[in-house]
Nanobody
C-alpha cells in the first residue's frame, strides 16, 4: 500500500522559507517519479514540481527560481524547499507519485500559510 506523509508546513512571513518533507513507503521510491502539488482554499489543484528517478526536475512557472525539489532515496523521502515565499503560495501542499501530477494524491498534506 502506497503511503505518503507530508510534513514541514507552517506559518511564515512573506519572503520567508520553509522545507517540506514527504515520507514514502509501500513502493519502490527510488524508481518513482514524484511530484508536489498544492491546493489553495477554494481553488483547484495546482501542480508545483516533479522529480524523476534520474533527478531531472521541472517546475511550474509560478515557483521556478524560488522552490527546489529534491529526493533522498536512502531515506525514501521527498523534499520541497520553499524560498522567497509569497502570500499566493498559501495552500495545502501534497506529495504524490507521478510526473507533472494533475490528480489529488490523497494524502493529508501539510499547510503552508504565508502572512504578515
Amino acid at each position: 500500500e502506497v503511503q505518503l506523509v507530508e510534513s514541514g508546513g507552517g506559518l511564515v512571513q512573506p519572503g520567508g522559507s520553509l522545507r517540506l518533507s514527504c515520507a514514502a513507503s509501500g513502493f519502490t521510491f527510488s524508481s518513482a517519479h514524484m511530484s508536489w502539488v498544492r491546493q489553495a482554499s477554494g481553488k483547484g489543484l495546482e501542480w508545483v514540481s516533479s522529480i524523476s528517478p534520474g533527478y531531472a526536475v521541472v517546475y511550474a512557472d509560478s515557483v521556478r527560481g524560488r522552490f527546489t525539489i529534491s529526493r533522498d532515496n536512502a531515506k525514501n523521502t521527498l523534499h520541497l524547499q520553499l524560498n522567497s515565499l509569497k502570500i499566493e503560495d498559501t495552500a495545502m501542499y501534497y506529495c504524490g507519485v507521478g510526473w507533472v501530477l494533475r490528480t489529488p494524491p490523497g494524502g493529508q498534506g501539510t499547510q503552508v500559510t504565508v502572512s504578515s
